[in-house]
């Protein structure tokens, strides 16, 4: 599995990505190549363009996003995916929003929407490390199985490794 990490806000870089950071480690751990992790501004239009080239290349399968899809003005994230994808994944983005309600209240103000383009899934992640933890126990159960059903592998009696 191959993925790519792109965080989204007007106040990170380099120095302190720390949700873009730890989705990093947590991929590798999980045994997916990491191709790269960029940074990136809430801007509707420059999100969209990133999210597009990236679910365009043949050699990505999993695009996770951090940050942009809480309530505040340059909150772009959802709005940018939705123009993206062509399918939504709706049971995820609701367990990963169920798993971070049992912890605090504030995850009914996500908005992170998970779906499809193409043979790559987008998956909107918030901002926050704790966050970031929290939903990806969510999506581990169901990673391999979702990522090999995209690329055409439908079959069912293969056990998930991960």
């Known amino acids: 599995m191959n993925a ?13 990505d720390a949700s873009g950071d730890l989705l990093v480690g ?9 191709m790269g992790k960029s940074i990136i501004t809430d801007e509707k239009p420059l999100i969209q363009e990133k999210l597009t ?3 365009e290349s043949d050699e990505i399968d999993l695009v996770v996003t951090t940050g942009g899809t809480g309530f505040g003005p340059r909150d772009n994230t959802p709005e ?4 993206v994808i062509e399918r939504e994944a709706l049971g995820i983005a609701e ?3 169920r798993q971070s309600a049992e912890h605090t209240p504030m995850a009914m103000l996500s908005r992170g929407v998970c779906g499809i383009r193409g043979k790559t899934l987008v ?17 581990r159960p169901v990673l391999s199985h979702a990522i ?8 069912h009696d293969h056990k998930n490794k991960n």
């Open 26 to 34: 947590l991929l590798t751990e999980f045994g997916a190549t990491v």
């Open 53 to 55: 080239g990236l679910c």
């Open 4 to 16: 790519v990490i792109v965080t989204i806000s007007d106040t990170r870089d380099e120095e302190n």
């Open 80 to 83: 940018a995916t939705r123009a």
């Open 123 to 139: 998956l909107n992640f918030p901002g926050s490390p704790k966050a970031v933890n929290e939903c990806f126990e969510v999506v």
């Open 148 to 155: 090999q059903v995209i690329s055409g592998d439908t079959r």
């Open 95 to 97: 367990a990963m929003r």
